[in-house]
């Protein structure tokens, strides 16, 4: 019985390169997400009211004290 052992890689380098920095673009987006819609108050989202009362919306949804 002869067993066959691959020494390729399961993941090439490359692949894991950009899984890498998809993940970190993925983060990153969530973590100005969570900025905009907790803790903002209408510093950066001054483009009118619209967007300003979306993220006031989000805060009641999710909790986050805004009052």
């Known amino acids: 019985?002869?067993?066959?052992?691959?020494?390729?890689?399961?993941?090439?380098?490359?692949?894991?390169?950009?899984?890498l920095w998809a993940v970190l673009a993925t983060v990153a987006a969530l973590a100005l997400l969570t900025y905009l819609v907790a803790f903002d108050q209408?510093?950066?989202?001054?483009?009118?009211?619209?967007?300003?009362?979306l993220m006031h919306d989000g805060r009641h949804l999710l909790g986050v004290p805004c009052h």
Do not use: D, F, I
């Open 42 to 53: 209408g510093a950066v989202s001054q483009s009118g009211t619209y967007l300003h009362e």
């Open 1 to 19: 019985m002869s067993s066959s052992t691959s020494s390729q890689p399961l993941v090439h380098p490359a692949n894991s390169a950009r899984l």
